[in-house]
């Protein structure tokens, strides 16, 4: 408190000369303050936390307004603010930096309609209307206004769910460690209980549950910055299956188990060096993950699964932009069983093949798209709204060209799936849009190796 009370005193003081403040003609300036303005809600310690500088740093001249503008970015990315605007004043080789924000709404309380499959694509195939889940899912970002996270799912419907997370980036400011906490419950009236010609085989059942999954999960995360984070994770789980699940595949569990507990314990790393956390043009993304599963009870085989991620995204013009990126999947373990034999067709997966699942022990995926930008409006006022938190809108569309490829080694589950094994290849045409509250749609035109065609809908970026 006496640290924030002396740097809002100098601020205060300088800000007085700031009409007689000269031009910036010193090689090197100090930083003398830092104003926040905006933040209402947010925490100041919250926002200097995420800057590279400091009062009393020094920044060479010709670098200041490069340096202003990344920290503007890491504000940005935060994900809290509509808008972070930066500005500066010199005087006698001393700097005065402000950063203005505009804060968003923290409270999402969103309904949930959704489809009981894995993505809108595989559900509009099926066109099953009782395959529809309803619920409430409640966020609170920024939670005390110190970038917390905290999250309760409340799910009905085809698939049960209740969740409940909470995510805090610092309980130690000295070591910049913070912590995530998780609990889970899933229950279904329908599973896979194996894959034919790269599609999933379901079972559903009225008189009992052919899946209940329990879990909970608590991490220590080190922040150095939103650009750079690792930790470690660790988490239980319970898994059960009905009786005919495990007769129609005695190798979901493996030698016929219908229940079964582990422990999981995870290492991961990030560095995103992208500009836009949301919808990126430029810089880079890489992430890197290993996890030891050991089961309880005798109910499994331990197995190592080691995963990396590698995006970089290039500006090649004004509006011209390039995206090229790879990742991939080791799976290690003495025998597998088929509830652990993931691979593409959920998360990840090469474009003009979204109908399909290529389970597996391993896997490459490789992406590359030329974007160009084709309107940019940074706000559509909504004058019938007075909250300035909502009626500023702001709509960006993109068009894009890529081509995908992927391959997925298998050598427990492969028969009677042509695609496992298989060098896979995609291309086609999208248009993206990205606008309110981190919004992304995407709409893509896709033909694979195979010539077959279809137009898919997602709201996740590509990479």
């Not at 969740?163 to 070591?175: C, G, N």
Request: aromatic share 14%; charged share 25%.
């Amino acid at each position: 408190m006496r640290l924030r009370a002396l740097i809002l005193i100098l601020c205060l003081y300088f800000s007085a000369t700031a009409a007689a403040a000269m031009p910036c003609d010193t090689p090197v300036l100090v930083v003398q303050c830092i104003n926040l303005s905006g933040n209402e809600t947010t925490k100041d310690q919250v926002m200097l936390m995420e800057l590279s500088f400091a009062p009393g740093d020094t920044i060479a001249t010709a670098e200041l307004e490069s340096v202003l503008e990344e920290n503007r970015r890491r504000l940005f990315n935060l994900r809290l603010f509509h808008y972070v605007n930066t500005s500066y004043t010199c005087a006698d080789g001393k700097v005065q930096v402000t950063y203005d924000v505009q804060e968003r709404f923290y409270l999402y309380p969103i309904p949930i309609l959704d489809f009981a499959e894995r993505n809108f694509n595989a559900w509009l195939e099926r066109k099953d209307w009782s395959r529809i889940d309803y619920g409430l899912s409640l966020v609170r970002r920024n939670f005390r206004g110190r970038n917390e996270d905290v999250r309760l799912r409340v799910q009905r419907g085809f698939n049960k769910r209740l969740e409940l997370s909470y995510r805090v980036p610092y309980i130690i400011r000295k070591y910049n460690l913070g912590a995530e906490f998780a609990v889970a419950d899933y229950r279904s009236r329908t599973t896979s209980y194996t894959n034919l010609n790269n599609r999933q085989r379901f079972i559903e059942q009225q008189d009992e549950l052919p899946i209940q999954r329990t879990s909970a999960a608590a991490g220590i995360i080190h922040r150095q910055s939103v650009q750079r984070q690792q930790g470690i994770r660790l988490s239980y789980h319970n898994e059960q299956i009905s009786d005919s699940v495990s007769r129609l595949n005695p190798d979901y569990y493996r030698r016929a188990l219908q229940e079964r507990q582990y422990m999981r314990l995870e290492l991961y790393k990030v560095v995103n060096l992208r500009n836009n956390f949301v919808y990126p043009t430029t810089g880079s993304y890489f992430e890197a993950g290993v996890a030891q599963t050991f089961f309880m009870q005798d109910s499994g085989d331990p197995f190592t699964t080691a995963r990396a991620k590698y995006a970089q995204y290039a500006k090649l013009s004004d509006k011209l932009f390039y995206m090229v990126g790879a990742e991939g999947q080791l799976r290690l373990a003495g025998k597998h069983a088929f509830a652990d034999n993931i691979a593409l067709g959920y998360r990840s997966y090469v474009r003009g093949y979204e109908l399909y699942i290529v389970g597996g022990q391993h896997y490459g995926l490789f992406k590359q798209g030329l974007t160009r930008q084709v309107l940019d409006i940074k706000s559509i006022k909504l004058k019938f709204i007075d909250n300035p938190k909502f009626n500023n809108i702001p709509l960006s569309v993109f068009l894009n060209a890529f081509t995908d490829a992927g391959y997925v080694v298998d050598d427990v589950f492969e028969e009677g799936n042509p695609l496992t094994n298989y060098f896979m290849a995609g291309g086609g045409l999208g248009l993206h849009v990205v606008t309110f509250y981190d919004m992304v749609l995407r709409l893509e035109y896709t033909v694979n190796r195979e010539g077959n065609r279809g137009l898919y809908f997602s709201t996740r970026i590509p990479f």
